[in-house]
């Protein structure tokens, strides 16, 4: 891999670097927080974007640093789409209330999904079922000539 030298007297040399110093990382780091992107960090640093991708695959700490990095900066949309949210913004409350929804809200949901009794029975204990509540059942399902797609029943009724 290579990095911009800037220790070098002749600007636009390359030197050969296996990894970054602990100074690169920090400065990287430091940039990044401050909201530059990945290639314009490396730019001003003049470090090799590709070295520093590879640092980041290969040092977990350093992996941990960055994620931590844009951790700290996906805090700081949310904060701002929260304070958009109580100036009134139908569109920040509906992303916040999606993404972060009061904690009485996620009973309603599992309510919702949950499997009731009726999910668990077969077709005929359904059949049976409709047949004490004397509920009226289709000719072609009482036959149960019915395929799995149900193809014949449908055929029937057309």
């Keep these: 891999m290579f ?3 800037r220790q070098s007297e002749r600007v636009g040399e390359l030197i050969t670097v296996t990894e970054l ?3 690169d990382r920090r400065a990287y780091l430091e940039l990044l927080l401050r909201g530059a992107s990945p290639a314009v960090a490396c730019q001003q640093l003049n470090l090799d974007l590709f070295t520093v991708v590879e640092a980041v695959a290969d040092d977990d700490d ?3 640093e960055v994620d931590a ?3 700290a900066l996906s805090q ?3 904060a701002r789409l929260y304070q958009e949210a109580m100036k009134g913004s139908v569109t920040a409350m509906t992303n916040w209330l999606k993404h972060r929804p009061p904690p009485e809200w996620s009973s309603t949901v599992v309510e919702r999904l949950s499997v009731s009794s009726w999910d668990l029975m077969s077709d005929e204990e359904l059949l049976a079922h409709a ?3 004397k509920i009226e059942i289709p000719v072609e399902l009482e036959r149960g000539d019915d395929t799995p797609g149900g193809e014949s029943a449908s055929e029937s009724v057309s």
Excluded: P
């Design 76 to 78: 700081n949309v949310a």
């Design 21 to 23: 110093s602990a100074e």
């Design 3 to 5: 990095r911009w030298d």
């Design 131 to 133: 047949r004490l509540e």
């Design 62 to 64: 350093f992996r941990m």
């Design 69 to 71: 990095v844009y951790d």
